[in-house]
Antibody, heavy 118, light 106 residues
Framework: EVQLVESGGGLVQPGGSLGLSCAAS????????MHWVRQAPGEGLVWVSR????????SYADSVKGRFTISRDNAKNTLYLRMKSLRAEDTAVYYC???????????WGQGTMVTVSS | IQLTQSPSFLSASVGDRVTITCRAS??????LAWYQQNPGKAPKLLIY???TLQSGVPSRFSGSESGTEFTLTISSLQPEDFATYYC?????????FGGGTKVEIK
């Protein structure tokens, strides 16, 4: 079964750091670009970051640039998001998603909740 | 690129024909996808390339485009279709989503 499973969410104080993981299974992870998308409580979907299949290319939303770092370990079939200098507005469910190029995101994880609060 | 979805809220009955519109602030070719999201769940890809149905998605869902205006149509609303729908453009980074359309039972 093709699957993405996120982990690492939790409660963190403003200014703190947190790392998310996304474990992939059921497909050849190293073939695909991957993304992180977030959704604040009661709000819509917001694209956060993407990484190329070999990890050599990344891009970020302006709102997280310089604070978040996306990476991957193809040997471990795992995608990561390292978040630092967290703000209250980073509070959201974070989803990882598989990229099918111009054909959209066809596989999503179940999401992991990140709460930034003192 | 901004995507403006309308309406943001829609009340409809089982069997109704429902149309949701997504307008792009500039040209995005046909690089538009539609997703369905149920409460507490991850989004699900319905349509890509503006009009191509994702495998396994019922044929009552369809997509079309006219310039920078894109439309998602549900031909006959079913109970499981009451959800929130989002459009997404894949033409230019940063990738963007529309604000969403919540379809509720009338």
């Amino acid at each position: 079964e093709v699957q993405l499973v996120e982990s690492g969410g939790g409660l963190v104080q403003p200014g703190g750091s947190l790392g998310l993981s996304c474990a992939a299974s059921g497909f050849t992870f190293s073939y695909y670009w991957m993304h992180w998308v977030r959704q604040a409580p009661g709000e819509g979907l917001v694209w956060v970051s993407r990484i190329s299949s070999d990890g050599s290319s990344t891009s970020y939303a302006d709102s997280v640039k310089g604070r978040f770092t996306i990476s991957r370990d193809n040997a471990k079939n795992t995608l990561y998001l390292r978040m630092k200098s967290l703000r209250a507005e980073d509070t959201a469910v974070y989803y990882c998603a598989r990229d099918r190029g111009i054909d959209g995101f066809d596989v999503w994880g179940q999401g992991t909740m990140v709460t930034v609060s003192s | 690129i901004q995507l403006t979805q309308s309406p943001s809220f829609l009340s409809a009955s089982v069997g109704d024909r429902v149309t949701i519109t997504c307008r792009a602030s500039q040209g995005i070719s046909s690089y538009l996808a539609w997703y369905q999201q149920n409460p507490g769940k991850a989004p699900k890809l319905l349509i890509y390339g503006a009009s191509t149905l994702q495998s396994g998605v019922p044929s009552r869902f369809s997509g079309s485009e006219s310039g920078t205006e894109f439309t998602l149509t549900i031909s006959s609303l079913q109970p499981e279709d009451f959800a929130t729908y989002y459009c997404q453009q894949l033409n230019t980074y940063p990738l963007t989503f529309g604000g969403g359309t919540k379809v509720e039972i009338k």
